[in-house]
């Protein structure tokens, strides 16, 4: 498996942007479809974004469509989520993952990071 670890989290006023990065290590990700997913608490775990590494194809949730944006950068072995205008709402943990199949479903994750506290203040 390859492991995964988010940073960048913090606290943003409302409107604010926030940049997270997930750095991997083990294993390069050319053959992953990393995704991006938050829990907020009290909530299910939600899909935010995804990218097909090797293509740099992606996809995402819409309520984030035209507000995030994930990139890759193939010679850190690290997917970024950059966010703006974001709300009070998307307070969450935001979590990375890896997996072997272009999906919005928890289940078909496989490798997470710990996650990185996102705070948005209204």
């Known amino acids: 498996q390859v492991q995964l670890a988010e940073s960048g989290g913090g606290l943003v006023q409302a409107g604010g942007s926030l940049r997270l990065s997930c750095a991997a290590s083990g294993r390069t990700l050319s053959s992953y479809v990393m995704g991006w997913f938050r829990q907020a608490p009290g909530k299910e775990r939600e899909f935010v974004g995804g990218v097909s590494y090797s293509s740099g194809t992606t996809y995402y949730a819409d309520s984030v469509k035209g507000r995030f944006t994930i990139s890759r950068d193939n010679a850190k072995n690290t997917v970024y989520l950059q966010m703006i205008s974001l709300k009070p709402e998307e307070t969450a943990v935001y979590y990375c993952?890896?997996?072997?199949?272009?999906?919005?479903?928890?289940?078909?994750?496989?490798?997470w990071g710990q996650g990185t506290q996102v705070t948005v203040s209204s």
């Open positions: 993952a890896a997996a072997r199949v272009f999906s919005r479903s928890v289940r078909d994750f496989d490798s």
